[in-house]
């Protein structure tokens, strides 16, 4: 399970090795797509990592808040506060790798053409899970105040 707060940058460090569907390439020409949908509203954001490290083990993706997003340079904007599905899917290059629009899918169902070696294919599901995104300390939708101790006895009667 991924641990996110609002409003704040996302390390998300999950195994897509193992599941790795085209093993023909070098793993730097892979890219990984991160869907999550919300499980409130049903609200979809997609986005690449803005950084992005393949490891033997485990990828490490990292994603920035932004009031505006954008798939490709890995901005993202999740809201509200509460759970989220995560899907993270396959993307490969035979040529440069460039993630722009026009050169990498924008989703999962999304094909490139004319098909050419600097864009990019959708291979398939590689891992999925949830997620829970947390408040930002002071922007939570119900704010308690603390309020002194009263110095005297407080009575409460009853009827009034």
């Known amino acids: 399970m991924i641990q996110a707060i609002t409003e ?15 093993t023909s390439i070098a793993s730097t020409q892979i890219r990984h797509l991160v869907k ?3 499980d409130m509203d ?3 954001h997609y986005a690449y990592g803005g950084s992005e490290t393949i490891y033997d083990r485990y990828t490490k993706i990292m994603l920035l808040y932004n009031t505006t997003p954008n798939i490709y340079d890995g901005k993202t904007k999740l ?15 035979i040529g440069t790798v460039t993630v722009s629009s026009g050169n ?3 989703t999962e169902t ?5 098909a050419a070696d600097t864009k990019g294919v959708v291979q398939g599901l590689v891992t999925k899970g949830k997620m829970y995104l947390a408040e930002k300390d002071g922007t939570q939708q119900v704010q308690y105040t603390q309020r002194e101790a ?3 006895t407080n009575y409460i009667y009853y009827g009034q």
């Open 79 to 93: 809201f509200p506060a509460g759970y989220w599905k995560y899907e993270i899917y396959e993307v490969s290059w």
């Open 8 to 22: 704040t940058a996302l390390t998300i460090y999950v195994q897509t090795a193992d599941n790795r569907i085209d």
């Open 104 to 106: 990498a899918p924008a």
């Open 150 to 152: 009263p110095s005297s």
């Open 110 to 114: 999304d094909v490139l053409s004319p």
């Open 36 to 38: 999550f949908t919300n």
């Open 42 to 44: 049903g609200a979809v």
